[in-house]
């Protein structure tokens, strides 16, 4: 059965004389071929998101990696107006739809894997705005890889609501935290140098270079509040 996982937060925030209410979208976690309709919202179209197994991948290679994401509206339903074939080893990916832009129109979050064998596959976290008929790439980041044989790295992602000191309203961002195996346990084979040097990495979209930007983390609001999340990512995936 197909694991949906949704989150609706309903947010009050005062600021001096203020108050600023949050209806958020949900956050829809895929983790395996689906077919999911949307609700309308009065910023689009009910969609229909389906993603299938792609029987046209190359000769030769491993048929469980390859992918296609189809998004349609609803009022059409005919042909789709998004066709976006992908591709992640061993049949592990995971697609997270949440507005990023506060726009209330979710952005796809798409986490796919490369490399087979053993301790090699590393994971990349891509980010991207629906645009009429086109996916718009916003953002491109790698969240897990390995420094050794079994020794694994990878960032834990979640997506707090801030209070941007440049904005006039809550917003969500994207937050990755970092973790690993012990460095001790991977001794003498493994290079812990490999490990990022970034603990925490934290972005947030901006409407002027229509892409995510890395932020700071000086806040107006103190510490981000976090929804509760989706759970963690498997550790075991290559």
Known sequence: MTRLLATALLWGVI???TTLAWDSLPVTTLVEPSDLTLP?????????????EDRTFPEGAWPEDYFVLRIYRVATNATADIEFPFESTYGYFELDLVDLTNDRIEELVLITGRGRGTSVRGELLRVFAIRAKQLKPLLEVPVSGYFGSGCRWWY??????????????????????????????????????????????????????????????????????????????KKGRG
């Open 15 to 17: 600021c001096g004389q």
């Open 40 to 52: 309308a919202t009065p910023s689009r179209p009910s969609w229909r998101i389906t993603i299938t």
């Open 156 to 233: 834990l992602h979640e997506y707090p609501f801030e209070h941007r000191k440049d904005r006039p309203a809550l917003e969500r961002g994207l937050l990755l935290r970092l973790d690993h195996d012990a460095a001790a346990d991977c001794v003498p084979f493994g290079s812990p140098s490999l490990i990022p040097s970034t603990n925490v990495m934290e972005y947030g979209y901006d409407p002027n270079g229509d892409q995510m930007e890395s932020l700071d983390h000086r806040r107006t609001m103190g510490e981000p509040s976090n929804p509760p999340s989706q759970p963690a990512p």
